[in-house]
């Protein structure tokens, strides 16, 4: 993955609608489309208008996984595109102008819910663990930081900030360097990433997993190190931690702790080293 020059992000106006609806409320001809509405975006849109926008999706996605024994992916309406993905009895709906391609539109809903699911877990347990109104909280942040960084640029390339090499002393990079190797060798770490300013400075995370740290430095402290750890026996008291020092607990997929295992070393050259999907 390429390196970016940081710009002022500009105002997305390609997501019109998203949305996560849960059929198993929704089995009965005389049950209510609003109960399986687990979120909706825009929140303020009407009601009866979310009803009608979920009802038919489910429909349709229903219809035609009867018809060829597999959910849609893409629906295709006159003024707009949903990106659909289906789970169990979950489905989640991105809508996006028709401009989009059809690839970003598929890219930007699996985006949503990797940063849902990395920070909360599979929707599923997240959802019988936590009020629906809080989750809805974590999902209006994930809406707007998916819009707030994502320009036409991104819609091509999918890029990670990363500080500018040319206007830092070298000696610092190398320390950043040498840090996270020090910490690697602590026992359950595998890998970190330190941050500046929103920037990477330096990272031992394979691109996916830093994307999603990027995410937690942009809702906190903008000048912070994150590294990612292993699962440990023992939780850490906060009250022993250092100021300004949390722990976060996240959830990897299989996929991704295979590579945090397997590969540690292969991230560990900083952050220019180009990465193509």
Same mark, same amino acid.
């Given at each position: 993955m390429a390196s970016a020059t940081k710009s002022e992000p500009k105002p997305a106006s390609w997501?019109?609608?998203?949305?996560?609806?849960?059929?198993?409320?929704?089995? =009965?001809?005389?049950?209510?489309?609003? !109960?399986?509405?687990?979120? $909706?975006? #825009?929140? &303020?849109?009407?009601?009866? &208008?979310? !009803?009608?926008? *979920?009802? &038919?999706?489910?429909?349709?996605a229903r219809c035609v996984t009867e018809?060829?024994?597999? #959910?849609?992916?893409?629906?295709?309406?006159?003024?707009?595109? $949903?990106?659909?993905?289906? !789970?169990?009895?979950?489905?989640?709906?991105?809508? *996006?102008?028709? !401009?989009?391609?059809?690839?970003? *539109?598929?890219?930007?809903?699996? &985006?949503?819910?990797?940063? $849902? =699911? $990395?920070?909360n877990g599979q929707v599923r347990h997240a959802y019988q663990a936590c009020s629906q109104d809080s989750l809805g909280s974590e999902w209006d942040l994930y809406v707007e930081h998916i819009q707030r960084n994502t320009n036409e640029l991104h819609m091509i390339f999918n890029s990670l900030w990363a500080v500018d090499r040319t206007k830092v002393e070298p000696l610092l990079l190398l320390k950043a360097a040498l840090i996270l190797q020090t910490c690697q060798r602590c026992p359950y770490v595998l890998g970190g990433c330190i941050l500046y300013g929103g920037q990477i400075v330096s990272t031992q995370l394979p691109p996916q997993l830093t994307a999603k740290v990027l995410f937690q430095n942009s809702r906190s402290n903008p000048e912070s190190a994150s590294e990612g750890e292993d699962e440990t026996p023992d939780q850490a008291d906060p009250s022993n931690l250092p100021q300004n020092v949390s722990i976060i607990s996240v959830f990897l997929t299989e996929e991704e702790a295979t590579l945090l295992r397997c590969y540690p070393v292969e991230w560990m050259s900083g952050t220019t080293a180009a990465w193509h999907p």
């Amino acid at each position: 993955m390429a390196s970016a020059t940081k710009s002022e992000p500009k105002p997305a106006s390609w997501c019109s609608y998203f949305f996560l609806y849960d059929t198993s409320k929704v089995r =009965e001809e005389g049950d209510l489309t609003r !109960e399986g509405i687990c979120y $909706f975006y #825009p929140p &303020q849109t009407a009601l009866d &208008q979310q !009803e009608l926008l *979920c009802g &038919q999706i489910a429909g349709v996605a229903r219809c035609v996984t009867e018809i060829s024994a597999s #959910p849609p992916t893409l629906i295709r309406m006159r003024k707009l595109k $949903f990106a659909i993905k289906a !789970e169990n009895h979950y489905i989640w709906a991105l809508g *996006c102008i028709i !401009e989009v391609p059809d690839r970003s *539109c598929l890219h930007f809903l699996d &985006q949503l819910i990797g940063l $849902f =699911e $990395f920070y909360n877990g599979q929707v599923r347990h997240a959802y019988q663990a936590c009020s629906q109104d809080s989750l809805g909280s974590e999902w209006d942040l994930y809406v707007e930081h998916i819009q707030r960084n994502t320009n036409e640029l991104h819609m091509i390339f999918n890029s990670l900030w990363a500080v500018d090499r040319t206007k830092v002393e070298p000696l610092l990079l190398l320390k950043a360097a040498l840090i996270l190797q020090t910490c690697q060798r602590c026992p359950y770490v595998l890998g970190g990433c330190i941050l500046y300013g929103g920037q990477i400075v330096s990272t031992q995370l394979p691109p996916q997993l830093t994307a999603k740290v990027l995410f937690q430095n942009s809702r906190s402290n903008p000048e912070s190190a994150s590294e990612g750890e292993d699962e440990t026996p023992d939780q850490a008291d906060p009250s022993n931690l250092p100021q300004n020092v949390s722990i976060i607990s996240v959830f990897l997929t299989e996929e991704e702790a295979t590579l945090l295992r397997c590969y540690p070393v292969e991230w560990m050259s900083g952050t220019t080293a180009a990465w193509h999907p």
